[in-house]
């Protein structure tokens, strides 16, 4: 897990308080007093949550839009990341699981190096 990642680009995203601590990155929900927890495979209206907090402590998530910051080394640019039981972003698929979004390229500079991997956030 790491401690933040950071928004490149944010087309839809909101912040509440942590029901509990968190440990970005972390797929969540609103409970019924407003605030994020973790949530499970197949549940829908969730964010990516983009920093690890205290419970009680404000913490945006993102609906749609890229961030940097994942472990995407491994992973083939368009590789779709999936949700799974504990809430944290998943490279298999499981029983009920929901893509969340896919690496994508994007060039830091123009010398011919390799492109950069970013994570394209589209959430459930």
Known sequence: NVTRLNIVESI?????????????????????????????AADTGTYLLVKSV???????GIKRGVVVGL????????????????????TATSTGALVIGQVISAHSNMTGAAADKLFRVDMP
């Open 12 to 40: 839809e995203q909101d912040t509440h308080p942590a029901s509990a601590d968190i440990v970005a990155p972390l797929i969540a929900k609103l409970n019924s007093s407003g605030q994020w927890v973790a949530a499970v």
């Open 71 to 90: 472990n995407l080394s491994a992973l083939a640019y368009e590789a779709a990341l999936y949700t799974n039981a504990t809430g944290i972003p998943d």
């Open 54 to 60: 205290k419970a009680g402590m404000p913490v945006t």
